[in-house]
């Protein structure tokens, strides 16, 4: 009973004493696998990571997940963090994050980019000055190292700072002090810096354009944001935040967006990543006369050729098709419905191939919800509703064809 008791504390879901009653066995170990599914089911079902100021990072991706787990990780520690990432991925946010869920939350944020401050003024912008130290200096002045004492330092853009900041900033984060231009006098640095960039760091070391030594320091356990090409299954809850946001703001009842405008979205590369999609539904929920955001209250240019995109739930009609043209679909969707219309079945039956119906009717089933999974990453509701099956019916298919869906969160 003394290791049964240890075994729970160790984390261990029940126990059983000798000898083994089967049929006890058999229903305890269907409650744990329930369990178990139940926390996997939380854990990759997350849509945002909330913090102070009602800021979040939305999404529920595997891509955004493994991002949260970093930034929860580096939130219980006091390492400089290096956030890489294409322009409007978020990179703030994530710096908000990690100050917010860290033990300096209660001292300041101050956030500056680097690549909008002057050569000839961003030592003073960082270090501060004192009085007369150049022309201009008629008093002393507290830099950004100053305001974010005992709290977070965030440096965007770092990748655009020139050779001789990059040496005073590898000797802050070496020594953990600075001097302010035109002082002698040393200045504790109690403070995390947290830099980011959408460049090529690497490749700028060996161009000799960035100091590998500085690199190195802050790019301990990186965290590197995916573009939204590459989670486009983070659209729906990124609208649903937005359209709550917006509708505070604009003083709107927008209950939504129609499944052409879904579509429209979900076909969209979107370069400017969030930032492009917050501007997006900003200017619909400005140009939109009714309750439901449509197709065309968005002002889009169609850059989605080339890039494999999801199929909106529940799945598009020709119309949506006909306003935003798809390509290199890995699934089941409106363009294959489209040319088996168009063309014949020769389209989804090869030459040669035998015709029984159940066969090919089961091996289609099995393919088809495999590739389902895949680009749902797994996930049982978004799987079933993208589909149009139900999720009975869905979970029915997996036992039958023997398909485990946990097989699919990480690919």
């Not at 980019?113 to 003073?124: D, G, R, V, Y």
């Not at 089961?362 to 088809?368: D, G, L, M, V």
């Amino acid at each position: 009973m003394n290791d049964a008791i240890t075994a729970i504390k160790y984390g261990a879901y029940d126990y059983l004493q000798k000898p083994v009653d089967p049929d006890r066995l058999t229903k305890l170990l269907d409650k744990a696998t329930s369990a178990n599914n139940m926390i996997l089911e939380a854990s990759f079902s997350a849509p945002k990571l909330e913090f102070d100021e009602g800021r979040a990072i939305v999404g529920g991706s595997f891509q955004l997940k493994q991002v949260f787990d970093v930034i929860y990780k580096l939130a219980r520690v006091d390492t400089s963090v290096l956030i890489r990432g294409e322009s409007g991925t978020g990179k703030e946010l994530v710096a908000r994050a990690l100050h917010f869920n860290s033990q300096r939350k209660h001292s300041p944020f101050v956030a500056i980019n680097c690549a909008a401050i002057p050569e000839s003024l961003i030592e003073s912008e960082l270090f501060g000055h004192e009085k007369g130290a150049f022309t201009g200096a008629d008093k002393r002045k507290i830099g950004k190292f100053g305001q974010a004492e005992g709290g977070t330092l965030f440096l965007d853009e770092i990748g655009d700072i020139s050779p001789a900041i990059q040496v005073k900033l590898l000797r802050v984060l070496q020594e953990r002090s600075y001097s302010p231009v035109g002082s002698n006098q040393e200045i504790k640095a109690d403070l995390r810096i947290v830099a980011a960039t959408h460049k090529p760091l690497e490749k700028m070391v060996e161009r000799g354009e960035f100091r590998s030594d500085l690199f190195f320091r802050l790019n301990v356990l990186p965290i590197t944001l995916p573009p939204l090409r590459d989670r486009k299954d983070d659209i729906h809850l990124l609208c649903q935040f937005l359209i709550k946001k917006f509708n505070k703001s604009h003083k709107r009842k927008i209950t939504g967006l129609s499944e052409q405008a879904m579509g429209l979205l979900l076909a969209h590369s979107w370069p400017g990543n969030i930032r492009e999609l917050e501007n997006a539904m900003e200017r619909a929920f400005i140009m939109e006369s009714g309750e439901t955001l449509q197709a065309e209250s968005f002002d889009l240019q169609s850059s989605s050729q080339g890039m494999v995109i999801p199929p909106p739930p529940p799945m598009r009609s020709a119309e949506i098709v006909k306003q935003a043209p798809t390509s290199n679909i890995d699934i089941a969707t409106s363009q294959s419905f489209k040319n088996q219309r168009t063309n014949d079945t020769g389209s989804l039956i090869p030459d040669g191939q035998e015709l029984n119906f159940p066969l090919l009717r089961e091996r289609f089933e099995k393919e088809f919800i495999i590739k389902a999974l895949t680009a749902y990453r797994g996930r049982i509701n978004q799987t079933a509703e993208a589909t149009q099956m139900t999720k009975v019916t869905l979970l029915r298919k997996l036992e039958k064809y023997g398909i485990d869906a946990k097989d699919y969160f990480k690919i």
